[in-house]
């Protein structure tokens, strides 16, 4: 792909690849692009925009081979792709990572869990054991990682990320409360929880007020 | 506040928020708006207009008070007001969830955590107890609550979510893998890890590849 496509098109992809894993799960083989805006409730015609980035995805007669389509997105999403994760920070989030199935399905392999704490050290989570962090540089070097996913502290998160990038890990999913300030070779995907609760703190404090009794008209 | 602000300045001030924290943290009472556009890798110029729809939060002398700043942007956020929290599914991220430390420290309380799962009823979570989902109704009818998490299997989250807003709940936390198709009034912030995951799977797919031995040049 030579284009350069623009971030807001890259954030969509994953929405649209979930939208036709769904409709493939419903059997649904074939849908136009009106439909799958009325079920996105997006504009058929940024769909198509969208599309037409990676050459518009051959749209014939009626609407697009959803099957087609979804592996196109899931190609351009490297989702073709087996990645290995593992996971620093075994305290409760890491281990719901770790447990969490949705992974297998897209590719993701967690084959690595690791902590500083002697009370989680050796305890099982899934079928994997938590290692000592100090045992990290050894794992990575015997075998292949391409993601680390970080629930660590957040004074420990962007020391422990450097040290990933040295022993040549790229990919870093962070959910630290901090900003890694890693290089631009690095690919960072941030899950700040704390800021998404603060959004949705600001979206309830202004929530349009309805007097006493007022009906609450559903949209669809 | 009669302006309406745009959803893009509204993104970006937990992050203010969160970096206006830390600064305090480290016993920093004023700073420029230089040099928190260098710490936060925004210009300055983003961060005169960002704050200039909030009236400015008077810079005055030596740039701008911190704790006051922090204030004012939590104001803003809601962040004054106490929230209750209820947590539906006792999973691993539910759990997770009911135990991050972070929620008290903003004011979000989480009083209730609940599942149809009888192997998860009645097991301790922190210093809750899982309650069988058909409490829900008497519990909400008996207590505060403001905000549902939803950690749902993606089938049962629109449906749940439908019966929450019925009884009036208006916030919502939705870690389930679909879309919630809520009339407007409702408050919802979506977490897609799956789609985090994607776009963290696009970006390592596409770090510009470097040839073999060379170095990799810290921008810092």
Chains 1, 2 share one sequence.
Request: some cysteine.
């Amino acid at each position: 792909m030579e284009k350069k496509i623009s971030t807001a098109v890259i954030k969509r992809l994953p929405r649209y690849y979930r939208y036709l894993s769904e409709l493939l799960d419903q059997g649904i083989d074939r849908i136009s692009s009106g439909e799958l805006s009325r079920k996105m409730n997006v504009t058929a015609s940024q769909i198509r925009q969208d599309f037409n980035n990676f050459g518009g995805f051959g749209q014939q007669g009626y609407g697009y081979n959803v099957d087609y389509l979804k592996n196109e997105i899931g190609k351009i999403l490297g989702l073709d792709k087996q990645y290995h994760v593992i996971i620093l920070g075994a305290g409760n989030l890491g281990r719901a990572l770790a447990n969490y199935t949705g992974f297998i399905k897209r590719g993701f392999l967690v084959c690595g869990i690791f902590d500083v704490d002697p009370d989680k050290i050796g305890k099982s989570v899934g079928s994997l054991r938590v290692q000592d962090m100090s045992e990290l540089g050894t794992f990575v070097r015997e075998n292949p990682v391409e993601i680390a996913a970080l629930t660590l502290p957040t004074s420990k998160a962007p020391g422990v990320a450097k040290e990933l990038l040295d022993m040549g890990i790229y990919g870093f999913w962070n959910f630290a409360a901090t900003d890694l300030h890693l290089p631009e070779e690095a690919a960072v995907e941030n899950v700040h929880l704390a800021e998404s609760l603060m959004r949705l703190s600001y979206n309830i404090a202004n929530i349009p007020h309805e007097s006493e009794g007022d009906k609450i008209n559903e949209k669809e």
